[in-house]
Structures are given as C-alpha cells and as structure tokens.
T-cell receptor, first 110, second 115 residues
Framework: QKEVEQNSGPLSVPEGAIASLNCTYS??????FFWYRQYSGKSPELIMS????GDKEDGRFTAQLNKASQYVSLLIRDSQPSDSATYLC??????????FGKGTRLHILP | EADIYQTPRYLVIGTGKKITLECSQT?????MYWYQQDPGMELHLIHY???????EKGDLSSESTVSRIRTEHFPLTLESARPSHTSQYLC??????????????FGAGSRLTVL
C-alpha cells in the first residue's frame, strides 16, 4: 500500500463549479498534511496545510482532514481556468519525511 | 518569490560523464531535500538533510550522492551519468511552521537528459 494515494484523474470541472480532490494516507501517526499545486513544467507550490481534524478555509480553497478515516480533501470553490493543474497531496510521516501522492490532474472547462 | 536556486536548469550530457546539480537557499533553513520526478509522475524523495554534515537516503534508491558542508548549499552528484538518470530533479528546503510542521519551498528544478 502506498503511503499517500490519490486518484490521478483527469478530473474535469466546469468553470464556476466546486472541484473536490481527495487523498488517503496509510501512516496513522502522521500529523501534518499539505496540498501543493503544480503547473505543467513548473515546481510544486504550497496551497494549504492542515494539522487538525475539520476544515480550514483560505479564500476559495478549503482543506478537510479526518484523521480517523486517514483522509484529506481539498475543495476549490468558483473554479477558474487558472486552477487547471496537478494537485499533490503530501504527508509528513513518522520518519519526518514529506511523502507525496501521484497527484490529481484537474481540468477546468471554460 | 522562492529564495532557493538550482543550476543548471537544463543539462544534456553524454553517458559516463560526472555531473553536479547545484542547490542553494538563502532562507537559513536547516532541512533540505532532493526529489526526482519523471514527466507526469509523482515526486520521489531521493536524499534529505537535517543540517550541516547530515545526509540521508530517501525512499527511492538513487545512484546519486549529496553533501551538506554549508547550511545554504546542498549539491547532488552523479559520478557516471546513464540514460536511466534522465529526469527532473527538484531541490527543496523547509522551515517549521507555527504548528511545528515542515513546509517545503521548491527550487525551479534541473532537467537532466543523458544521451
């Protein structure tokens, strides 16, 4: 079982709709969770971090964490064409390494 | 703008050559990392360092080596490049957030092609 799992997509969402991205992780001890955005040919950039169960909102982005289910999600409201990218879920595991999932390709349809 | 710099950005080299990918950061971060990423694929941790004179291998086996003689500098070396080493190499450093988590900042990457 991979440490961090994501559906690779592509996920196609109409402009203005809500995009929902999901991630599961295997290490129950993990305490820190991150969402990075990576445009084609570019480096990843941090969008959100979350450490406690529940929701964390930042502008159009909401991260959700459920440690009991070992599940992290990212919601993007009012999706824009500029949101089209690959979204990487990352987890700080028990060895203090930051492990990435394969990423979900998101395509916002104009 | 990220204060972490990688050189060269692009490198095309023949098999058997020795190469060094440079990575420098001006943020004073103790932790630094090298990830390898093939096009459209996931990032794999190949090396990391918690500070000067500290280096560890990551989860993906790599024939490369690293050194950390200065806090700001974390070069990656391949003694004898092979076509299987063709990939994108991403350097990152991290600081502890207020919640105690490692938040990564990435460099622009070095795209290596070995012929």
């Amino acid at each position: 079982q991979k440490e961090v799992e994501q559906n690779s997509g592509p996920l196609s969402v109409p402009e203005g709709a809500i995009a929902s991205l999901n991630c599961t992780y295997s290490d129950r001890v993990s305490q820190s969770f991150f969402w990075y955005r990576q445009y084609s040919g570019k480096s990843p950039e941090l969008i959100m971090s979350i450490y406690s169960n529940g929701d964390k909102e930042d502008g159009r982005f909401t991260a959700q964490l459920n440690k009991a289910s070992q599940y992290v999600s990212l919601l993007i409201r009012d999706s824009q064409p500029s949101d089209s990218a690959t979204y990487l879920c990352a987890v700080n595991n028990r060895d203090d390494k930051i492990i990435f999932g394969k990423g979900t390709r998101l395509h916002i349809l104009p | 703008e990220a204060d972490i710099y990688q050189t060269p950005r692009y490198l095309v080299i023949g098999t058997g050559k020795k190469i060094t990918l440079e990575c420098s950061q001006t943020m004073g971060h103790d932790k630094m990392y090298w990830y390898q990423q093939d096009p459209g694929m996931e990032l794999h941790l190949i090396h990391y360092s918690y500070g000067v004179n500290s280096t560890e291998k990551g989860d993906l086996s790599s024939e490369s080596t690293v050194s950390r003689i200065r806090t700001e500098h974390f070069p990656l070396t391949l003694e004898s490049a092979r076509p299987s080493h063709t990939s994108q190499y991403l350097c990152a450093s991290s600081e502890l957030s207020g919640s105690g988590a490692n938040v990564l900042t990435f460099g622009a990457g070095s795209r290596l092609t070995v012929l």
